[in-house]
């Protein structure tokens, strides 16, 4: 089996086409569910963000893999083949490991060291769990990565590295208005995103926040996290005419803030400037707003110009190393566990003859009772786990190593084992018989 990624993100794409790609509501579980039902592909994880849509799959055959991904994309993102595909990327095996590692560290984030992509990916394996897709490689691997993840924001500095995009914005919004001490922010929508830009407003001394949310209750929530306050969704336009910074990421499929309503809203405060800072994609608000008098708009392309040169620190070289260790670490896993079924056919070998020598001993020794019996079965057993423990053990360690895997082979000529027994041994058989 092969670990493949294909993906596209804001690194290889323009944000107009990651904003094409964008899925939706139950988008991505029809994504994942289809991608996993394909022929060739065992386990399939789907992590898709505002900047990011990519397909981690545990494959059979890689080209024809990579051509069912890339069909599937086109046909749930509503992007043209030729489109699509000169934005892809296609990494296989260690490059594959190595990328989902450095994403988990925020070193391919738009902000580099931005932590949010770690609840992200958590979130993209439990829904693959949720569904099934995720089986022992996948789980594995997308697990290691949140280690990594944490590892390397706990040992270095990465997290100083770049700053949110919500604190980005910010610089940029400080720029535009002046200070925003005292003034008053409108935050639309009540997702992870939003709410950590209430709390980031909170602590910059923002003297009144307003959550307005499709969803009232959930509104309230984050309003009462900050000690803001919470509006239906209908009574946004009304807020806009009193907020001195818009912030928008609600996830949704088309605008929910146009034009005529800023336009509307700025009409009724002449001479006050607005600053809108749109996280969403597909994004929130017209970008055309950014042509009204007074009204300075930042999207995620700007904020993204801003903080190119985060990648030059030194943190990020710590991270990078980290990151060249734990790949290491996965390809060692990999290679014990493609050893294991060995280890599982030389121990069905050992039982076999066991069972064989008993049954000629029962045959040679009739007077022998049952309890006699017993107790010379255990003890051939018990001499036969013995042997065997020491070069089991011994060969699961080795196999780690980079030429780990012929440890194996050596062990399959050794005890002459059929290679059919070895292929045919399962996952949760092969779980059970190398402990």
């Known amino acids: 089996m092969t670990i493949l990624v294909v993906g596209l993100s804001h690194r290889t794409a323009p944000l107009s086409v990651l904003e094409q790609a964008a899925l939706t509501g139950d988008g991505v579980d029809r994504l994942l569910t289809d991608v996993a ?13 505002c900047n990011r849509l990519e397909i981690y799959a545990d494959v059979e055959k890689f080209h024809t893999s990579v051509a069912g991904i890339t069909q599937a994309l086109t046909q749930h993102t509503g992007l043209a083949l030729e489109a699509l595909t000169p934005h892809l990327y296609v990494h296989y095996d260690e490059r594959a ?43 594995e691997l997308v697990q290691q990565a949140l280690r990594v993840g944490k590892r390397a924001h706990t040992e270095t500095e990465i997290d100083k590295a770049g700053q949110s995009l919500v604190t980005v914005g910010l610089e940029a919004a400080e720029e535009a208005i002046g200070p925003i001490t005292g003034k ?55 807020a806009l005419a009193d907020a001195d910074l818009l912030v928008s990421c609600t996830g949704a499929a088309g605008l929910v803030i146009d034009t005529d309503q800023v336009a509307a809203a700025m009409r009724q405060r002449p ?42 620190l030194p943190s990020v070289e710590q991270v990078q190393r980290i990151v060249a260790e734990e790949v290491a670490e996965f390809a060692g896993w990999q ?24 049954d000629r001993l029962a045959g040679r020794l009739p007077e022998l009772d049952e309890r006699q019996r017993d107790e010379v079965a255990q003890t051939v057993r018990r001499v036969v786990d013995k042997l065997l423990h020491t070069p089991t053990v011994r060969v699961k360690e080795m196999a780690r190593r980079p030429d780990g895997v012929s440890y194996a082979d050596v062990l399959r000529e050794l005890f002459d084992l059929d290679p059919q027994a070895v292929e045919a041994v399962t996952a949760p058989e092969t779980e059970e018989g190398v402990s």
Request: with cysteine; hydrophobic share 50%; net charge neutral.
């Open 37 to 49: 039902a394909a022929e060739t592909i065992g386990e399939a994880v789907l992590l898709a963000t």
């Open 97 to 139: 490991v190595q990328h989902l590692f450095r994403v988990a560290c925020g070193l391919d984030s738009m902000v580099v060291g931005e932590a949010q992509i770690l609840g992200q990916i958590k979130g993209a394996l439990a829904l693959a769990q949720k569904l099934g897709t995720a089986g022992r490689v996948l789980n």
């Open 184 to 238: 008053t922010a409108l935050i639309v929508g009540a997702g992870s995103v939003s709410a950590l830009a209430a709390a980031t407003l909170h602590r910059a001394g923002v003297g009144r926040i307003v959550i307005a949310n499709r969803t009232y209750e959930r509104g309230a929530r984050v309003a009462a996290s900050v000690g803001g306050e919470a509006i239906p969704f209908d009574r946004t336009g009304e």
């Open 271 to 312: 001479g006050r400037p607005l600053f809108v800072l749109d996280l969403a994609l597909p994004h929130d608000v017209d970008q055309a707003v950014a042509d009204l008098e007074e009204v300075t708009l930042v999207n995620l392309e700007r904020i993204s110009e801003r903080v190119a040169d985060d990648r030059r």
């Open 335 to 358: 290679r014990s566990v493609r050893v294991a079924p060995t280890v599982v056919a030389l121990r069905a070998r050992a039982a076999e003859v066991v069972a064989s020598e008993l």
